[in-house]
C-alpha cells in the first residue's frame, strides 16, 4: 500500500510537471526571443556569472536556481564552446533541464533528519542488498555499469517522507541499458542532519549507454 500511495503521487506530479514541459518551447522561446533574462548568479559559484528570467513566475517554473539558465560550466565547456545565445539557453532549460525551479518547489531545501532504503544488486557483490541509515554508499548511480535495484526514504524535520526509485538493468552481451530514476533525487549523504536540496524526477532512458565494467 505504502509504495502504491508513492507511485499515485508521483505520477500525479508528473503529470504536472509534464504539462509544463509540453508548453516549455513556447513560453521559454519567447520569454528568450524577447530576451526576457537578466544578470544572475547562481548557487553553484562555478556557473557564474550567469542569467535568469525577468518574469518570476517563468524563472519559477522553467529557470535553474542553482546553474542559471546559461547551463554550468560543463555544459559550456563541452557543448556550446562557451556560448551563450537563444539556442544554447533553449537547449538547456527545455530540452537538458526542463521546469527546473519547479522539481526544486516541489522538493525540499532543508535538514534531512533520517534516510534509509534498501538496494538489490543482481550481478554485481559490491550492490548486496544493504539496510542502512546515516551511511550512503552511492554505488548505483555512480557506476551505472551495475545492474540493481535501490530504494530510499528521506524524512524532513516535519516527518514528511520522500521516496526514490532507482533501477539499473544491463542488457546481456550489449553496452546498454535501463535506467530509471523515479521520486525525488537526493545527494551522497555521509552525515546527518545536513542540508541538502531534494529535486522530483521521472527518468526512463531505455537506451542508456553503461560504463565498461
Not at 25 to 46: C, H, Q, S, W, Y
Not at 67 to 91: M, S
Not at 197 to 213: E, V
Request: positive net charge.
Amino acid at each position: 500500500m505504502k509504495h502504491l500511495k508513492n507511485m499515485v503521487k508521483i505520477i500525479g506530479l508528473f503529470l504536472l510537471q509534464a504539462f509544463f514541459m509540453i508548453i516549455a518551447p513556447i513560453v521559454v522561446g519567447l520569454a528568450l526571443l524577447l530576451n526576457r533574462i537578466e544578470p544572475f548568479d547562481p548557487d553553484n559559484e562555478t556557473s557564474r556569472p550567469n542569467h535568469r528570467f525577468k518574469d518570476k513566475w517563468i524563472d519559477a517554473i522553467w529557470g535553474n536556481q542553482e546553474d542559471g539558465i546559461d547551463g554550468d560550466i560543463y555544459y559550456l565547456r563541452a557543448h556550446v564552446n562557451g556560448k551563450r545565445n537563444f539556442w544554447t539557453r533553449f537547449n538547456w532549460t527545455v530540452l537538458r533541464n526542463p521546469v527546473h525551479n519547479l522539481g526544486l518547489k516541489i522538493g525540499f531545501n532543508g535538514v534531512a533528519v533520517k534516510h534509509i532504503g534498501f538496494r538489490k544488486g543482481f550481478k554485481s557483490s559490491k550492490c548486496i542488498t544493504k539496510v542502512f541509515n546515516n551511511d550512503y554508499d552511492n554505488c548505483l548511480d555512480s557506476k551505472i555499469d551495475r545492474t540493481g535495484f535501490e530504494y530510499t526514504e528521506v524524512y524532513d524535520e516535519d516527518g514528511k517522507m520522500y521516496p526514490m526509485y532507482r533501477l539499473r538493468w544491463k542488457y546481456p552481451f550489449t553496452k546498454f541499458g535501463l535506467k530509471c530514476n523515479i521520486g525525488w533525487k537526493n545527494f551522497n549523504v555521509s552525515e546527518m542532519p545536513k542540508y541538502y536540496k531534494y529535486t522530483f524526477t521521472l527518468l526512463i532512458n531505455p537506451f542508456k549507454r553503461f560504463k565498461d565494467s
